[in-house]
């Protein structure tokens, strides 16, 4: 097999100058021509093996993870979509309206998200305060494997959340995630969201999906340009 | 055009690149036929030069002339080729350590011609160090011409000096084994075949044209228990002996190294106290195999005080032969001054016993020799089947054994390291295969410089750094010039943590105010050894390389174990 000493290298994973001393000193079984290197795979792979290297050619069917980094607030707020009007006067009865109308899960999970929704608010509240309130179960749903999504209920009467400044909350951000880094990708981006007044106002004003839609795609542009600093 | 210029390159065959031991034999062979030609050239002109200078040594005027050789030896190293006066042992092994065994052409003859002069015109030394230098050169310079690695570089420079001592002793074992236990200071199957065939072809070659004899023949000696047990005491004087060899050549460097004289003044005035010496007793003179023979044959004929006497002295003349600058090993001095040693020892038993029946006097010259050999050059292995070959003996193998192991062990306990490695032990250039100091001086911090961090300015806000903090998956931040670029100092995250979190200093301070500017840095070209050391005395655990003025990446002990214990397993399964 022919390949150049930086390709070697890198399925060694090992920096160039020491492949280039090895081959120099004849430790490994590659040999140089010009710029390219000659071995034979087999030799090459089992002397890696003894040697406690690994030696890994990439596949081509090689497929990319479906991007951690990439989960971004917006399409997960349209994953999750809006939910106007959520009836309740209590924080189990708003959960329980608002767990009823998420549309991607089954009965079964509906019932258990439920669950750990409440357990969650029981350990502390999820009002953040500003009349927000952030519900999401402290482990993974199984049922959610690789998309996030958040929820937005707009509830009829705001109720008490026993949030961290007692206000009343009016609009809650069910967010469910497939593991604990999106999660916390996409709270701080929701957070960075609600931390602005005008934000929150607009938020009082039960907007309609379009509008919210627009507000926070211009939110994650903003996050994007200070990220990219 | 290219299949022509291929010859020269046949690690490029397809017969030869998925495994060179073949090719390794076969490159073996010439670099064995060669150095072994190169042995016998200096031990024919040696002949040759001694019997041309055999009627001047009448004169009474003859002592200075081993003076004017070692002068001339002196001159023609420093003048002509351009190298350090010594036996040239110790820069073989630490060019195989260090350098891949890559030696000078010029090397290949140099020591050839002024151990030649030294020893021709009557200096005490001996001829074998030369020779293994040159067969190690010409190993060195065979394996660059067909442009081999340097493994296989190495496998042929303990070939050549293999073949040297093979043909120079007609002793093909001894040979392999000092190759072994002394150039190579490993044992590995892979150096052990083409080592062997260069002693075996080095050895044949020699047999054509010198005769298939064996250096030093002897009667019959019939060895019971009781000379046994006697060979402890014989051990423990030879081990002094050569303890006192070594001192007294080290000693002898000193006096001479301080003289306020050019090199070449040195080397006569050490070769006419030689010659002097040389006046009153002819044995000092030489690489001396003709008292060996006599010796050896029991024919050796003055009294214990006088073969005493002989020991020291021909000690004395070594020493300031090599000591003050001249050409030569310490291989045939060992052989005689252990010859004197063992007849000393001899002589002093028979005067105390004189009813017990001890074996032949030759038998403890050879003994001697033994022992001291492997006191000097702490390879007992060498010296078994050295003395067992030169001497076709085997029946002394067992009191060979004993002296050779315990004289190795005494010497030990006095002198840390052989003769031959002692200053490379000082300098700390002993870097054999598998140590720490090995893995340490193949790594170098190119090969583990970290280039993840990110760099900042010096004139940067506080509150513009944490958007960097944010990013960086690092603790460390190189502080750069914004003009040149230069390399200011570093922010370490724990030291500025508290400021972090006080937003009312985000716009209040620059990163020039908070950055650490007593840095402990490295260059690219800095020693391993020594960055550890640093590391260790100020509890570091990474630190900052600046190349030109400029940050060039981290250096930290965590992927320096990484690449360290990689390194090592490579070297292992070498």
């Known amino acids: 097999m022919k390949l150049a000493i930086n390709e070697i290298a890198k399925y060694l994973d090992l920096p160039v100058n020491t492949v280039e001393r090895w081959i120099r000193q004849g430790k490994i079984p590659v040999h140089r021509d010009g710029p390219d290197c000659i071995f034979k795979k087999s030799i090459l792979k089992k002397w890696a093996v003894s040697r406690n290297l690994s030696f890994t050619l990439p596949k081509n069917s090689e497929t990319k993870h479906p991007g951690i980094e990439m989960e971004n607030l917006l399409p997960a707020i349209k994953r999750g979509g809006l939910i106007h009007n959520t009836k309740g006067d209590s924080v189990n009865a708003v959960l329980k309206a608002a767990v009823d109308k998420i549309g991607m899960l089954s009965a079964d999970a509906k019932k258990e998200l439920y669950e750990r929704l409440l357990e969650r608010e029981r350990l502390t509240s999820t009002g953040i305060g500003n009349g927000v309130a952030i519900p999401h179960p402290r482990t993974q749903l199984p049922e959610v494997k690789e998309n996030a999504s958040i929820t937005t209920c707009f509830l009829e009467e705001p109720v008490d959340f026993s949030a961290v400044d007692d206000k009343p909350v009016f609009v809650m951000f069910i967010l469910l995630s497939p593991s604990v880094k999106i999660h916390l990708r996409l709270l701080s981006r929701l957070a960075f969201c609600l931390r602005d007044e005008s934000f929150v106002k607009f938020l009082r004003t039960t907007p309609d999906t379009d509008a919210f839609f627009e507000r926070i795609a211009a939110f994650e542009k903003q996050i994007d340009k200070t990220d990219a600093l | 055009m290219h299949s022509l210029k291929s010859w020269r390159y046949p690690a490029k065959w397809i017969l030869f690149r998925t495994d060179d031991r073949l090719l390794l034999i076969f490159i073996a062979v010439i670099v064995g036929i060669c150095s072994s030609l190169a042995a016998i050239l200096l031990n024919r002109s040696l002949i040759a030069i001694l019997s041309w200078l055999h009627p001047f040594r009448q004169i009474w005027w003859a002592f200075v002339l081993p003076g004017i050789g070692a002068a001339m030896s002196s001159l023609f190293l420093e003048k002509i080729v351009n190298e350090g006066a010594g036996h040239g042992v110790p820069e073989v092994v630490y060019s195989v350590s260090r350098y891949g065994g890559l030696m000078r052409f010029r090397s290949s003859f140099s020591r050839l011609i002024s151990s030649c002069l030294t020893i021709g015109s009557g200096g005490s030394a001996g001829p074998e160090a030369p020779v293994?230098?040159?067969?190690?050169?010409?190993?060195?310079?065979?394996?660059?011409?067909?442009?081999?690695?340097?493994?296989?570089?190495?496998?042929?420079?303990?070939?050549?000096?293999?073949?040297?001592?093979?043909?120079?002793?007609n002793a093909p074992i001894a040979g392999m084994i000092f190759s072994m236990e002394v150039i190579l200071g490993e044992w590995s199957s892979a150096y052990l075949i083409p080592i062997a065939i260069a002693s075996v072809a080095g050895t044949e070659v020699s047999r054509i044209l010198q005769g298939n004899q064996i250096v030093f023949s002897h009667r019959h000696f019939d060895i019971d228990l009781m000379n046994i047990v006697v060979c402890l005491g014989l051990a423990i004087i030879t081990a002094a002996a050569s303890i006192l060899l070594t001192r007294m050549i080290k000693y002898m460097n000193g006096k001479y190294?301080?003289?306020?004289?050019?090199?070449?003044?040195?080397?006569?005035?050490?070769?006419?106290?030689?010659?002097?010496?040389?006046?009153?007793?002819?044995?000092?003179?030489?690489?001396?195999?003709?008292?060996?023979?006599?010796?050896?044959?029991?024919?050796?004929?003055?009294?214990?005080?006088?073969?005493?006497?002989?020991?020291?002295?021909?000690?004395?003349?070594?020493?300031?032969?090599?000591?003050?600058?001249?050409?030569?090993?310490?291989?045939?001095?060992?052989?005689?001054?252990?010859?004197?040693?063992?007849?000393?020892?001899?002589?002093?038993?028979?005067?105390?016993?004189?009813?017990?029946?001890?074996?032949?006097?030759?038998?403890?010259?050879?003994?001697?020799?033994?022992?001291?050999?492997?006191?000097?050059?702490?390879?007992?292995?060498?010296?078994?089947?050295?003395?067992?070959?030169?001497?076709?003996?085997?029946?002394?193998?067992?009191?060979l054994i004993i002296v050779s192991t315990i004289s190795t062990t005494f010497c030990r306990y006095i002198e840390s390291a052989s003769f031959y490695l002692k200053d490379l032990t000082e300098k700390g250039h002993l870097l054999r295969p598998r140590t720490d100091a090995r893995v340490l001086t193949e790594l170098n911090v190119r090969e583990l410089l970290e280039t993840d961090c990110i760099g900042v300015k010096q004139n940067m806000l506080l509150r513009d750094f944490i958007n960097i903090v944010k990013k960086s998956h690092r603790n460390y931040f190189p502080v750069e010039d914004e003009k040149t670029g230069h390399f200011l100092g570093m922010i370490y995250l724990d030291d500025i943590r508290p400021y972090l979190f006080n937003p009312g200093m985000y716009d209040a301070v620059l990163l020039g105010q908070i950055m650490d500017i007593n840095v402990q840095t490295v260059a690219l070209d800095d020693d391993l050894t020594e960055i550890l050391d640093i590391m260790d005395i100020n509890h570091l655990y990474s630190m900052p390389v600046v190349a030109d003025n400029k940050f060039a990446g981290m250096i930290s002990k965590a992927t320096l174990l990484n690449q360290y214990r990689k390194e090592l397993m490579v070297q292992a399964n070498d």
């Open chain 2, 132 to 169: 293994v230098m040159s067969g190690a050169a010409i190993g060195s310079n065979i394996a660059k011409f067909f442009s081999l690695n340097d493994r296989q570089r190495v496998a042929l420079v303990g070939c050549g000096a293999a073949a040297a001592i093979s043909s120079i002793f």
């Open chain 2, 257 to 399: 190294g301080k003289a306020p004289v050019p090199l070449w003044m040195r080397a006569a005035l050490g070769g006419c106290t030689v010659g002097l010496i040389g006046l009153f007793f002819p044995v000092v003179l030489g690489e001396g195999y003709n008292s060996i023979h006599m010796m050896i044959e029991g024919v050796f004929a003055q009294g214990f005080i006088i073969v005493v006497l002989a020991a020291f002295l021909k000690i004395l003349a070594t020493s300031l032969t090599l000591g003050s600058g001249g050409s030569g090993g310490i291989f045939a001095p060992c052989l005689v001054i252990g010859s004197f040693t063992g007849l000393a020892y001899h002589r002093g038993l028979v005067l105390l016993w004189p009813s017990v029946s001890w074996v032949n006097e030759g038998c403890f010259a050879l003994l001697g020799m033994a022992g001291l050999i492997s006191g000097m050059l702490q390879a007992p292995m060498t010296a078994i089947f050295l003395i067992v070959e030169i001497t076709g003996g085997y029946e002394v193998i067992l009191p």
